[in-house]
Structures are given as structure tokens and as C-alpha cells.
């Protein structure tokens, strides 16, 4: 199966392993998606992650995040930029995502961070997603 967005491909996985309820769900590994875990997991987002070794690509395991009440953590998912149609902004012009309540993930030229981070750090970027 040859994949044109790895990162959409990252997203769905979650979505879906969390509307079936699912503990954890497995992705196939890259640095960019590692980086996006523990955006993810740094923001409280998800639980955890890990890596399993296998022969060929590494798998990256995400341990979803559930409330008291067992609905998702994570309510959204939304693919900003994607290979036919990139989204990129300057630093003044960051997304807010739900009013601050959600994150975007950017790659920037100080690597893979959050809006919030590149706000501060005056960084602008490709937006890879929204998440909230």
C-alpha cells in the first residue's frame, strides 16, 4: 500500500481506534509522526506512546486517552496541509484552534512544534493539523 499522506494516515488511525474504543492503536514509525506523539502526549492529548521494533519500518504504538466518563480526549482531528494543497503561515498569522483550547502541529524551521510554541518563538510554518 504506498501512502501519499502519512500524516493523514496518522490522524485517521487515531480517530478511528478511538470511535471503536481501543486501548492503543499502531502506526507505522517516522520522525515526524514520533515528534507528533509527543507533541500529542505533552499537550495530554494521548496517554503514551512507544515504539515496537519490527523487521521492516518500526511501529509507533499510541495509547489514546479517555475521560472519566470514557469518551475520547481527543474530540477533532483535522488535516490542514496536505500534499496537493500546502498551508503555510507567517509567524504573526497563527491558527487559534477552538479559542486556544485545541492545538495545531507545524513544521517550522525550529522543527516540529505547536502553535503555541511558535508564537513564542516567532516561528512561522506549514500547518500539518488541527487538533482539539
Known amino acids: 500500500m504506498s501512502m501519499s499522506d502519512p ?5 485517521t488511525r ?8 481501543h486501548r492503543w492503536t499502531d502506526i507505522p514509525s517516522s520522525n515526524l509522526k514520533l515528534r507528533m506523539a509527543l ?6 492529548f494521548i496517554k503514551d506512546f512507544v515504539i515496537v521494533e519490527d523487521d521492516m519500518q518500526n511501529v509507533l504504538r499510541v495509547y489514546l486517552k479517555y475521560t472519566a466518563k470514557g469518551s475520547p ?6 488535516r490542514i496541509s ?3 494543497r500546502r498551508h503555510y503561515v507567517p509567524a504573526d498569522n497563527l ?7 485545541g492545538i495545531a502541529i507545524l513544521t517550522t524551521s525550529r522543527g516540529v512544534i ?3 510554541q511558535a508564537k513564542k518563538e516567532r516561528v ?3 500547518v500539518l493539523c488541527h487538533i482539539w
Do not use: C, M, S, W
Not at 487515531?14 to 474504543?21: H, K, M, S
Not at 491558527?95 to 486556544?100: A, C, D, F, S
Open 82 to 84: 496536505r500534499p496537493g
Open 14 to 21: 487515531i480517530r478511528n481506534a478511538q470511535q471503536a474504543g
Open 7 to 11: 500524516i493523514a494516515d496518522f490522524l
Open 39 to 44: 507533541l500529542l502526549k505533552l499537550e495530554g
Open 95 to 101: 491558527p487559534r484552534v477552538r479559542n486556544g483550547l
Open 124 to 126: 512561522g510554518g506549514e
Open 114 to 116: 505547536t502553535d503555541k
Open 73 to 78: 480526549v481527543i474530540v477533532g482531528l483535522t
